[in-house]
């Protein structure tokens, strides 16, 4: 066998794990082993569900599911802060996001411990990490199949300026 | 007529619990009448293909000595009046079935006057169905998963809406198939003529587990159904044995209140099917499995293992926990 | 086996190329014509077939879109046709001088038009994410964007060709000729389109 | 440059023929030994022989598929692969055979077989062509390294939105499906684009639109259905595609978009598909019923008639996909009856097939039994088709199992069966052997039984309620003996298509040679070598009826003067088809295999992100500016006009 035929194979067998992790549909979640040895260099178990497509998915509809749109809305934050920018009250890692929806926090975040699995609590900080865009952009669907909660953009910003020029000339046809 | 196409069907020995055979519904009545009457007709033109191709290749063809092509063209001519014969066989086959598909459709449409109407709605999620029994009293509405039942003779018409993907509603047994379509209401209307129990399978592919996403459908009586509708009404009992107070208390305050609602209890949740009468069911998981006690157990216990992908997570019960689980939800009947 | 040749003509006088359809190019061409017109059709009809699902087009809160950038280019197109059609004849008369200087006004008229459809998106008054009607305007700008863009680069690439010894080739002026052609089909695309971007919503 | 007269150039003709000539237009046309030859080759044949041996594989692949599915259904409730997977296996197989295998194969053959037909030396856009079978083999490629690395598409081939939309159908599965969609979308367009081109412009002298074979009708017409329906799933799924990656809002219910949308979108293409894929059959088997009973085909007008009016009716039906979403009933009502009215066009076909047989002196050759298995396959296949085209019947039977033994009948029956057929009548054209005819009526026998019996039962299963696309099915429902006989029937199916290939195997190394006309029959085809010459014809054959073979026994009336130092090609008129042009034919280039994987490097990375569009533009762009520069001086050519 060359060594060419053997580097292909390799690559390819790279190729194909790169490929599965992120593809991999595992419909219990990952499983989340108690060791926490290694927090320093960043959770190994962030990887399982934050760039995994499917639990991402399942994340985002959990979301909508255990009403998370009633405080945060979209992203957009609510009674809830929002979720879509860089700042987070209690850490942003995978760990916090996680141990702030199982254990609740102060000011009317509530516990879900007990009342989701931890798998769905990962799935979940998943996909609300994925709102600020910390995972890698293309894993998770560019939208979901629902209405989108938050002002588009292009009315609000235009509106502003029509307000304050009401002399143009598209006024004057209205 | 009605009874005429299980003779077609020398496989189908009897008819089933979701076979279009059945013809228990008016329009499955009138999908059988009219299978039979295109059966005949496309069987008919089959033999006739079939009765020119053998003679074609069995007739005593002419000798094989002379050039090929030759005055072919004139040689056309004597087939001109049988082309066109057959052509106007076709067509008048097709107009009569064209005739025939109206004349049902129109048929299958009509309203029957009925005095009575049953109004449901049912909503398609992956991969179960959310049911509503509607009324003009709030308090008289019913909210089931998995199973209607409908009076035999009553029309019932179903509002058909999705949450999430496609679907098709479909009960063989009773008339043909109707999506269920995110964004948009359709319907249809079921009019059962038999007492029976019947199944109803998900005919739009909708994802991993479209396999099993099955309704079950029970015709019966006007005064079964009164008895069916009025049990329905009721929100489930109080625990009666310490066992089952465990599994109430589990149930009501953990992972399984965060999705199901059980009417009477703190239970409230929308995402997953109503659980308020489940033992009274005929089956687990829409349709995966009958209701026993073995089943419950091992569809709670690891419901990824019994229906891959589905979005019940394993909670990983420990056994007690289980067996107080089971016990209540056994007393939802 | 092969049945021995008899000779009946001979094909030595024909000539080598030929203006329009004629020439083999000419029906590759118009058989793009087809495909790209048949995706536009398609385009057209997920436009109309959206419309029917709404109570207003454009949906509430939404305003049309601004006609100012999209009427200019529209007029800039059809006042390319002159340019353009003076091209295509001097393709057709061989007259090289003329050719040159065509294809080089061409490639020029694009550039304001490239420009302008930069502000015609931004005129839309609704982003490609917003809703349906959004996706649809901003597809069919962008669809016929493509097309233009097409023409563009065909053309610059004829404008250098021109210049080389490949010049003098008279298949050249057929190909000339035949992207004049196709700008005639990139402009006669636009107009539908003008009218569903910005009238329709008014209507 | 001097226009100097061409007169001295060197041309076919009296003064130059036979093996002399042969040598000249081989040295001008062929291609020589080596990979860089091999990778530049424009040669329509060559590339037909690609397209045909890549479409084979797909098929086994997409068979092999199949056989697991039918394992995993032969009993109920098996366990054997997960539904995940199932899901992946259907919609592979779905996509596979009619993207991958059906179309191109089809395609191909016309490819190969057109240019013979109508007595030209070359297809009209050759390099067009290479670039196509790149680019199809890129998106053949994509769409099952995906499947191998578990990134399989699991949306069904039609991939139903929302279900194949950016919230149900998580990762990149999808996104693989939707431009695999496009490579091979690109590809079958521009080889309809050649075929179009080639049928109308470069005909034989003499061979007016009324003496055209039946095969290169059907060619003509599919090629424009081709051009007419594919755009519409090329718009479609890139829709899809945006809705997918830049949040696009087309298919979103709850944003103004359209569930419904896709579904029309998708028909309009998805129905003229399956006649594109059944129409060459009609031409295949015109042909073989001519040779094989010794008569021309009855009624040649109506025969053309019904080709074409099936094209255009196939452009009225796709709404009977849909009967079931709940549109207007008004409407069914056009649907059904256009459904229906292509039972017509069919019955003429059938008539004149099998009239041809009465009237002629048919010797049952294997060829002529694919005929036979065919006529019966397909005729009930159509009836079960006039059934799905009445609404009542069709909201039951639609989605069932009964659908699928429908399709099966129309497209194994109607198309693979005549293709098999046509694979053995031509396969002494394409390799210059004969396939043994003994070992070819074992493998009819095997096919049409292990058919009949992997389909038919399909018929029962569906009338018992059992749905499509199921991973599995409940006991006790009645459908366990009918899917234990359908699987049965596969695997006898799938015996069948082995033994069809390794009797090509084996006829390809030991058979003897075949002659160029072993079959004696009537096309131009049979009047080059088998396998044919890389310039097809020494001299540009005349004709002057729809038999030319068969009127011109002792001489073949041919006309002279094309070139012989240059690729030169006869451009007739569309009609008449008079002699007009001689125009130049591409010489061999590796830049359409480059262009094609700067087209592949663009359309994968547009999975990931969308400025590949922009960014992959240039390379494809420099490609296909590089590939239409004029290389070197053209040789000086008189110009009369």
């Not at chain 4, 297809?123 to 670039?131: V, Y």
């Not at chain 4, 007008?301 to 008004?330: D, E, K, N, Q, Y």
């Not at chain 4, 396959?377 to 909201?395: C, N, R």
Request: aromatic letters at 12%; glycine letters at 8%; one cysteine or more.
């Amino acid at each position: 066998m060359s060594s060419r035929f053997r580097v292909s194979l390799i690559l390819l067998a790279a190729l194909a794990s790169a490929g599965c992790e992120r593809e991999q549909r595992d419909p219990r979640g990952k499983p989340l082993p108690e060791d926490q040895s290694n927090v320093a260099k960043g959770d190994p178990r962030d990887n399982a569900y934050e760039n995994v497509s499917y639990q991402l998915a399942q994340g985002q509809r959990l979301y909508g599911w255990m009403n998370c749109t009633g405080c945060h809305a979209h992203g957009g934050g609510g009674m809830g802060p929002p979720l879509m920018d860089e700042e987070w009250r209690y850490g942003g890692r995978m760990e916090d996001v996680v141990a702030t929806i199982l254990n609740g926090r102060p000011n009317g975040m509530p516990a879900f411990k007990g009342r989701i699995t931890e798998q769905q609590a990962w799935q979940l900080a998943a996909y609300v990490r994925s709102l600020s865009a910390q995972p890698r952009q293309d894993v998770l669907g560019s939208r979901p199949d629902k209405m989108s909660t938050t002002e588009p953009a292009t009315i609000s910003e235009r509106e502003k300026v029509v307000d304050e020029t009401p002399a143009l000339p598209r006024d004057e046809k209205d | 007529m009605r009874r005429a196409l299980p003779l077609l069907l020398p496989l189908a020995g009897c008819d089933t619990v979701q076979s279009m055979t059945g013809g228990d519904g008016r329009q499955g009545a009138l999908f059988n009448d009219l299978f039979v009457i295109f059966a005949i007709v496309t069987l008919v033109m089959l033999a006739l293909v079939l009765t020119g191709l053998i003679a074609s290749i069995f007739r005593r063809h002419p000798a094989k000595s002379s050039v090929p092509g030759e005055n072919d063209e004139a040689r056309d001519a004597p087939f001109r009046p049988l082309l066109i014969g057959w052509v106007a066989l076709i067509a008048t086959g097709l107009l009569f079935l064209t005739t025939a598909t109206y004349l049902t459709d129109r048929a299958m449409q009509a309203r029957a006057p009925a005095n009575r109407l049953l109004e449901i709605e049912i909503t398609a999620n992956q991969w179960w169905w959310d049911i509503r029994y509607k009324s003009s009293k709030p308090w008289q509405t019913i909210r089931t998963a998995n199973e209607i039942h409908l009076p035999v003779g009553i029309p019932a018409r179903i509002t058909l809406k999705s949450n999430d993907v496609i679907h098709s509603f479909w009960v063989p047994n009773l008339a043909g198939k109707q999506d269920l379509i995110p964004g948009r209401r359709t319907d249809t209307v079921l009019e059962p003529k038999r007492i029976g129990v019947y199944r109803s399978q998900c005919a739009e592919f909708c994802g991993a587990q479209h396999a099993h996403m099955a309704l079950d459908v029970t015709v019966e009586s006007w005064a079964d159904f009164n008895a069916w509708r009025v049990r329905q009404l009721t929100p489930a009992p109080a625990p009666a044995t310490p066992l089952a107070l465990a599994g109430y208390n589990y149930v009501t305050t953990r992972e399984c209140a965060s999705c199901h609602a059980i009417a009477g209890t703190p239970a409230s949740a929308q995402v997953a099917p109503d659980l308020t009468h489940l033992a009274s069911r005929r089956s687990i998981a829409a349709g995966t499995f009958p209701m026993t006690r073995g089943h419950l157990y091992a569809w709670i216990a690891d419901p990824q293992g019994a229906k891959p992908g589905n979005n019940m997570p394993v909670v990983g019960l420990e056994p007690n926990e289980l067996h107080s689980v089971i016990a209540y939800l056994e007393t939802l009947k | 086996m092969i049945p021995p040749p008899k000779f009946v003509g001979d094909l030595t006088d024909l000539p080598t190329h030929a203006f329009g359809h004629r020439s083999l190019t000419w029906w590759g061409v118009v058989a793009f014509f087809m495909i790209e017109g048949a995706a536009f059709a398609m385009a057209f009809a997920a436009y109309f077939f959206l419309i029917t699902g709404e109570q207003s087009w454009p949906p509430a809160p939404y305003r049309p879109p601004d006609l100012l950038a999209g009427t200019l280019f529209t007029l800039i197109m059809l006042a390319s046709e002159i340019p353009n059609t003076r091209l295509k004849r001097a393709a057709e008369k061989k007259d090289l001088r003329s050719v040159r200087i065509g294809l080089l006004i061409m490639t020029a008229v694009c550039i304001p038009l490239f420009v302008l459809r930069g502000f015609e998106f931004a005129s839309l008054n609704v982003w490609w994410t917003d809703n349906a009607y959004g996706s649809i305007m901003w597809a069919l700008l962008f669809l016929h964007l493509t097309h233009f863009a097409t023409d563009f680069v065909d053309t610059v690439v004829l404008a250098c060709l021109v210049n080389t010894r490949h010049a003098a080739e008279d298949r050249r002026m057929v190909d000339v000729a035949e992207n004049a052609m196709y700008w005639r089909f990139v402009w006669l695309l636009w107009l539908p389109i003008y009218f569903m971007l910005y009238w329709i919503p008014r209507l | 440059m001097s226009v100097m007269s061409g007169k001295e150039l060197p041309r076919d003709g009296r003064d130059l023929e036979g093996t002399e000539l042969h040598e000249r237009l081989e040295k001008t046309w062929g291609t020589p030994p080596g990979l860089w030859a091999w990778i530049s080759t424009v040669d329509h044949k060559r590339i037909s022989k690609r397209y045909i041996v890549t479409a084979l594989i797909f098929m086994l692949l997409g068979g092999i598929l199949s056989l697991v599915m039918r394992v995993q259904l032969a009993t109920p409730e098996s366990g054997l692969i997960t539904p995940d997977r199932y899901n992946q296996l259907f919609t592979m197989h779905g996509t596979t055979m009619m993207f991958l295998f059906a179309v191109p194969v089809m395609e191909a053959m016309a490819v190969f077989l057109v240019p013979l037909m109508i007595g030209t030396r070359a297809i009209s856009f050759p390099r067009l062509n290479a670039f196509s079978y790149w680019i199809y083999l890129a998106g053949g490629v994509l769409l099952w390294v995906a499947f191998i690395l578990n990134i399989g598409p699991d949306a069904g081939w039609f991939a139903y939105v929302p279900l194949s939309g950016p919230e149900y159908s998580p990762g990149k599965r999808t996104d693989i499906w939707a431009q695999m969609v496009t490579f091979t979308e690109v590809a079958a367009l521009a080889v309809s684009v050649e075929l179009v081109a080639t049928i109308l412009k470069q005909r034989a002298p003499g061979m007016t639109l009324s003496r055209m074979p039946l095969f290169v009708w059907v060619s003509l017409v599919t090629s424009f259905m081709v051009i007419f329906s594919m755009p519409s799933v090329a718009l479609t799924s890139g829709f899809l595609l945006s809705d997918r990656l830049v949040g696009t809002q087309f298919f979103n219910p709850y944003e103004h978009g359209d569930a419904l949308l896709w579904q029309h979108l998708f028909w309009f293409f998805g129905h003229p598909e399956v006649y594109i894929i059944f129409l060459p059959g009609v031409g295949f088997v015109s042909h073989i019923v001519e040779t094989f009973c010794r008569r021309s085909v009855l009624f040649y007008p109506a025969m053309v008639l019904a080709v074409v009016s099936i094209g255009l009716l196939a452009f009225g039906l796709w709404v009977h996909h849909m009967f079931a979403t709940g549109l207007p009933r008004l409407g069914y009502a056009f649907y059904t009856a256009a459904s229906m009215a292509v039972a017509i066009p069919s019955g003429v076909q059938v008539f004149c097939w099998i009239a041809t047989m009465w009237d002629g002196r048919p010797r049952f050759d294997t060829p002529l039994l694919y005929v036979v298995g065919f006529i019966f396959t397909f005729v009930i296949g159509g009836l079960t088709g006039v059934m799905l085209a009445s609404v009542p019947l069709d909201l039951q039977l639609h989605d069932t199992y009964f659908v699928v033994a429908h399709f099966h009948y129309v497209l194994i029956g109607g198309a693979v069966f005549p293709l098999l057929g046509a694979f053995t009548y031509w396969f002494p054209k394409f390799t210059g052997r004969m396939m043994s005819e003994r070992m070819g009526k074992w493998t009819f026998w095997t096919l049409f039984l292990g058919f009949q019996l992997a389909f038919a039962p399909m018929h029962w299963s569906g009338i018992l309620g059992m749905p499509r696309r199921v991973y599995t099915y409940p006991a006790g429902l009645g459908l366990e003996q009918t899917n234990m006989l359908s699987t049965v029937g596969a695997f006898a199916f799938a015996a069948g298509l082995f033994m069809f290939l390794e009797n090509a195997a084996v006829s390809l190394r030991r058979r003897a040679n075949a002659g160029s006309n072993p079959w004696d029959a009537s096309g131009l085809e049979w009047a080059v070598s088998s396998p044919p010459a890389s310039y097809n014809f020494a001299h540009i054959p005349v004709v002057s009826s729809r038999t030319p073979l068969w009127d011109n026994r002792d001489h073949l009336p041919v006309m002279t003067g094309l070139r012989v130092d240059d690729r030169e090609l006869l451009i007739t008129t569309v009609m008449e088809a008079k002699p007009d042009l001689r125009e130049p034919s591409p010489v061999p280039t590796a830049w359409p295999l480059i262009a094609a994987i700067a087209t592949t490097a663009m359309f994968i990375a547009s999975i990931f992100t969308p400025w590949a569009v922009v960014v992959g533009a240039v390379p494809t762009a420099a490609a296909l500016i590089a590939w239409f520069w004029p290389k070197g001086p053209e040789t000086p050519e008189p110009v009369i006009q």
